[in-house]
């Protein structure tokens, strides 16, 4: 079993450490009887339940205050259905264990982010996404599921059931996910191509940018004068980086990630100045052009990073060249000191009730910085350009909505939150953070 994602004195700690809380307990349930069980518990005891996956979000979210549960040990099957291309797995299967099962027999997810560490039911609990307009996010691909409710009820939810559309992105809010089937794809090979373009240029060329490839995102380092486009397109070519020969991304996470950025953040936390010219110089360096081939959910992932934080705010992709011009327009003095890049990504529209690409093809900008004194601040400046915009947060990276915020943002808002009153009445899986997004 995986270490669960708590400290020594069993408090729940993010992957981030910027977010603990204490749990009453611990519950490691090996099936869906011991996860009925757990609900029943908490109900009779008038606590709450928080399912853990791998504490990779940002914000509150999965802070366990009643029972914390981890569905690691929780058994099933991953059956795959070649010919129906998909594959239904336990929920607190984690995505990398996915993929290789789905290697083995040809087929690999269409869409994966950054990493591949989350468990499928928290990854589809916050919308994770990679960047795609010809893909959706990851709770796109899911076409059934189960759960046991608020009530200790255990539903399938199928293709069909407009219920399905709420699981989508069920924020951890209307039950345990104990099973996910998902839509997978023949696996195949990419070729990822970077190329550098003056960031002055990139706002208004996103529209384009976004369409240009089958997989394309976008990666700036504040201050540097390119922004580096990075397109994946399917190829037949062979392979030139192989996961068995995976050294460049060793070298990246052990070396880079873990000594070289720590103490270029150090320096430039002490000497703030110095920001601009070191973004510059691993602009046109670390991030400069490159051609591989690799399979294909391997080279969407990028080496694990360095501990820092992240926001991110999802607009229309209307809007998209008017929010990156604002973010843009941040920096115009030299500051804020931020030694992480900025992230644009894009997500097809879809039609889960809280997703943040809720009807509409979606630029979702990543604002990511070290945890130093710049960070709440530009954070801050970020979303108070976004709001204007009626940005709508990752669920799963830092935001400070409230309930009344967010109500207009999603259309399909009150439908969730008459959903959770039928699934969950008595509010087992609220929770302070659940409440002020979601209100009472
Ligand atoms: C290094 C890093 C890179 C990342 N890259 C990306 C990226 O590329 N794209 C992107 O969109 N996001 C990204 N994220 C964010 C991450 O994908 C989301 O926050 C995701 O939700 C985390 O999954 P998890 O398994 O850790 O879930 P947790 O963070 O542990 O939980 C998230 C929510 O899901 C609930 N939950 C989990 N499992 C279940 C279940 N089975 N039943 C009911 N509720 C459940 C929890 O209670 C909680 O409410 C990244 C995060 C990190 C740390």
Redesign the pocket.
């Given at each position: 079993m995986r270490a669960l994602?708590r400290d020594r004195s069993g408090a729940f700690v993010n992957?981030?450490r910027t977010e603990r809380s204490r749990p009453l307990s611990w519950r490691v349930p090996t099936t869906e009887r011991e996860v009925v069980d757990v609900v029943g518990a908490a109900r009779a005891a008038g606590t709450t339940v928080?399912?853990?996956?791998?504490?990779?979000?940002w914000s509150r979210?999965?802070a366990p205050d009643g029972l914390a549960v981890s569905?690691d040990r929780l058994a099933g099957p991953v059956e795959i259905d070649g010919p129906r291309r998909t594959v239904s797995v336990p929920?607190?299967i984690r995505l990398r264990a996915l993929s290789s099962a789905l290697l083995r027999a040809g087929l690999s997810l269409p869409i994966v982010?950054?990493?591949q560490a989350?468990?499928v039911?928290?990854?589809i609990?916050?919308?994770?996404?990679?960047s795609s307009l010809t893909h959706g996010n990851l709770s796109t691909l899911v076409t059934e599921a189960r759960i046991v409710t608020g009530t200790g009820e255990v539903l399938d939810i199928g293709s069909g059931d407009e219920r399905l559309d709420a699981v989508r992105v069920?924020?951890?809010a209307l039950?345990?996910?104990t099973r996910v089937r998902l839509r997978v794809q023949p696996a195949g090979r990419l070729h990822q191509s970077i190329e550098q373009v003056p960031v002055g240029e990139v706002a208004e060329a996103l529209p384009e940018i976004a369409g240009s490839a089958e997989y394309v995102k976008v990666w700036w380092l504040a201050h540097a004068t390119r922004a580096q486009v990075v397109r994946y397109t399917r190829t037949d070519d062979p392979v030139t980086r192989r996961p068995s020969a995976a050294t460049s991304r060793w070298v990246d996470e052990r070396v880079m990630h873990r000594s070289v950025f720590p103490a270029l953040v150090a320096l430039q936390h002490r000497r703030p100045l110095v920001t601009g010219r070191v973004n510059e110089r691993l602009s046109r360096t670390y991030l400069g052009a490159a051609s591989q081939v690799g399979q294909d959910a391997l080279m969407l992932n990028t080496p694990?990073?360095m501990r820092h934080r992240e926001t991110e705010a999802a607009v229309p992709m209307a809007d998209a060249p008017e929010a990156l011009r604002r973010v843009l327009e941040l920096f115009r003095d030299g500051r804020p000191a931020v030694s992480f890049p900025l992230e644009i990504r894009f997500v097809r529209g879809d039609h889960a009730w809280m997703s943040p690409a809720y009807g509409s093809d979606t630029c979702q900008i990543g604002a990511y910085s070290t945890n130093g004194p710049d960070c709440t601040p530009y954070f801050d400046a970020f979303w108070g350009v976004m709001r204007p915009l009626g940005a709508r947060p990752?669920w799963?990276?830092e935001l400070d909505h409230t309930a009344a915020e967010l109500r207009p943002l999603y259309p399909a808002f009150e439908r969730f939150a008459a959903l959770r009153d039928q699934l969950d009445p008595g509010r087992v899986f609220g929770g302070d953070f659940h409440r002020r997004i979601l209100g009472s």
């Open positions: 994602p992957w981030a928080r399912v853990v996956g791998a504490g990779h979000s979210i999965a569905l929920a607190g982010g950054s990493i989350q468990t039911g928290g990854a609990a916050t919308g994770t996404h990679g069920h924020l951890g039950g345990v996910v694990m990073p990752h799963g990276k």
